[in-house]
């Protein structure tokens, strides 16, 4: 799960990382009154108006505003606040700008990249620092690999004083900064790891102009699967942030992830879904989404399932793929049945069904009257909805 740049600074705070604060703003009335006291609380002189969407590379979209004057933070504010903020990281449709903080202006000596996520190849956290601050990491390990450096933590025993110093003297900090460096590093750790993080990302951490290091930005990504030991921060969800689609889904426990391809594909099990999606794309399609209904789905759930994948503008066409286990074929057959009469079949959709009750499954949907087209095997299927498909174009 993601959460807002605001929302990743409380929980810092929270472990001792000195972070660059501010005020939040959210859209409405107050707007103005809120940005001017916010001017004032932070100083007075300079602020720093910054869009909050679950996505980075604002400052580059114009998310990021270094303002002088009350009238240009207030100005900065009301431009930044319901515009769409399109970024590399928002796709091109861009993400509605509903809060903005409103944060203290700091002198920056120095930029530099801090940032911990998983390496799944070396099955632990990884720390990653780099010299190369405000520039996106993935340039840097793939132009300048010497520029970065890496160390694994421990699970267990966190990161060790002896890493977090190597990381320091690798960033060429001195004197006094290597202390705050240490504990900056050693926090950051902490929190990862307390809190079941699966990306915690401080890009830029800064050296200020009075030698102090601070948490500019900062991105924490948190292991859905672990929300349930972090009620705090399982509050910290913003569904405005999300595909619509995803939200609805996760209400009816459905296991979804859109995509941007045209064929919906509705099947049980994750394995099978991740089979049907490569088989599409041997024949020459390209999957809407991974939905996998799982084993116990309900005749209602199937019918949401699909509701989803038709709201959906992008699908041309629709695959389902039920290997049935302890899932039934004949209550998948009858949510098909059921989702079809109220929504209407308005594209191709092929039904793939083999296992239990499968007979009983495929009478109902020859006896339903609806335009469906069967397959006997996954690879037909793929097959004949790329096909069907390609044949609307
Ligand atoms: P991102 O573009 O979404 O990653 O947003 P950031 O929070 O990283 O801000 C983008 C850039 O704005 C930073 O890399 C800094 O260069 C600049 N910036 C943000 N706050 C300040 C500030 O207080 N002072 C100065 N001088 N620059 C700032
Ligand atoms: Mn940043």
Not at 158 to 186: M, N, P, T, Y
Request: proline share 3%; glycine share 10%; with cysteine.
């Amino acid at each position: 799960m993601k959460i807002h740049e605001y929302q990743a600074k409380e929980i810092l705070e929270r472990y001792g990382v000195r972070i660059q604060r501010g005020t939040v703003v959210e859209n409405g009335p107050e707007v103005a009154q809120q940005v001017a006291d916010a001017f004032d609380h932070w100083g007075g002189t300079a602020v720093v108006v910054k869009a909050q969407i679950h996505a980075g590379g604002r400052g580059k979209g114009g998310g990021v505003k270094f303002v002088t004057s009350k009238e240009a933070a207030i100005e900065a504010a009301q431009n930044m606040l319901g515009m769409t903020l399109v970024t590399h990281q928002t796709g091109p449709g861009g993400q509605l700008v509903r809060k903005i903080m409103v944060c203290e202006a700091l002198d920056l000596a120095r930029e530099i990249y801090v940032g911990i996520a998983l390496d799944r190849q070396l099955g632990c956290p990884v720390l990653m620092v780099s010299a190369e601050g405000g520039v996106e990491i993935e340039t840097i390990a793939e132009e300048r690999p010497e520029a970065l450096l890496k160390l694994p933590i421990d699970p267990l025993l966190g990161l060790q004083a002896h890493q977090a110093r190597r990381a320091a003297f690798f960033l060429d900090l001195e004197g006094a900064q290597i202390k705050q460096a240490v504990a900056f590093l050693s926090s950051l750790a902490k929190a990862f790891l307390e809190l079941d993080c699966e990306i915690a990302e401080i890009n830029p951490l800064v050296v200020t102009d009075q030698g102090d290091i601070v948490a500019l930005d900062a991105k924490i990504n948190l292991d859905s699967n672990a929300l349930f030991r972090h009620p705090t921060e399982a509050a910290m969800r913003d569904e405005n942030e999300e595909d619509p689609k995803e939200v609805d889904a996760s209400r009816f426990g459905l296991n979804y992830i859109a995509l941007d391809g045209q064929i919906g594909c509705m099947v049980n099990g994750a394995g099978l879904a991740m089979a049907t999606m490569d088989t599409i794309k041997v024949h020459g399609g390209s999957p809407a989404n991974f939905l996998d209904v799982g084993g116990g789905a309900t005749e209602e759930a199937i019918t949401e399932a699909l509701r989803i994948i038709f709201s959906d503008d992008q699908v041309r066409g629709i695959l389902i793929n039920i290997f049935g286990g302890i899932m039934k074929c004949d209550i998948i057959a009858k949510g098909v049945i059921g989702a079809a009469r109220t929504i209407g079949i308005d594209r191709p959709l092929v039904v793939r069904l083999e296992g239990t009750n499968v007979e009983e499954g495929r009478r109902l949907l020859r006896e339903s009257g609806l335009d469906i087209t069967p397959a006997t095997s996954l690879d037909e299927g793929a097959r004949l909805i790329c096909d069907a498909v390609a044949a609307l174009a």
